[in-house]
């Protein structure tokens, strides 16, 4: 449950961020992507989608440009709270992998940045 919580919390960052914040507008400027943050039995995840400088989310986990795909949402949920230190360690840990193009990935790593800081 607190990994769906932490999902949905990033999603109206984003929303938020793409209906308010100019900079942001500006980052989301020629990037089009969709990304799913899921756990690897896929019952639970969110898809972010990032097109003609909006932001939206739902919950079709099998259609993406880019997916983390977590062990578990336990781990999930604690290596994400952590930022990007807590997904590194888990990318070194073997608890998430990472599906689809890189630079997607990437560049929703940044996204996230973007709206947490």
């Known amino acids: 449950m607190r990994f769906l919580l932490l ?5 109206k960052k984003f929303q938020k961020a793409a209906r308010t914040d100019e ?5 989301l ?3 089009e992507c969709k990304i799913v943050v899921k756990t690897r039995d896929g019952k639970k995840g969110k898809r972010f989608i990032f097109e003609n400088r909006t932001f ?3 919950s079709n986990l099998d259609e993406f440009d880019a997916a983390m795909v977590w062990s578990d949402a336990a781990t999930a949920f604690t290596a994400m ?3 990007e230190d807590g ?3 888990a990318i070194q840990n073997h608890k998430v992998a990472i599906e689809g193009k890189l630079h997607s990935f990437t560049w929703f790593g940044a996204a996230i940045t973007f709206v947490m800081s």
Do not use: P, R, V, W
Not at 7 to 11: C, E, M, S, V
Not at 23 to 27: A, E, G, L, M, R
């Open 23 to 27: 900079n942001f507008k500006k980052f």
């Open 56 to 58: 939206s989310s739902d």
């Open 7 to 11: 999902l949905a919390f990033l999603g």
């Open 87 to 89: 997904i590194t360690e």
């Open 81 to 83: 709270k952590k930022g």
């Open 29 to 31: 400027m020629g990037h």
